[in-house]
């Protein structure tokens, strides 16, 4: 069975206000901590290993 792919869009991510990791389906994660800050982080499986990438500090190293 295929996996449901429900893209975040801006609108739902303004709304949430709940700590906690919210997925789009297709590897894209939200991660909101207690103090409301928000990551992205991408999670892949890579030679059967989980891998969290850090969407926010590659980022900041490629600029």
Known sequence: MARLIEKLKTLSVKKINKAGDYSDG???WLRV???GAES???RFSFE???IK???VLHILFLC
Request: aromatic share 20%.
């Open 53 to 55: 990438w850090d969407l």
């Open 40 to 42: 992205w982080m991408f």
């Open 48 to 50: 059967k290993k989980n």
């Open 33 to 35: 901590s207690h103090e």
């Open 26 to 28: 297709a590897g894209l």
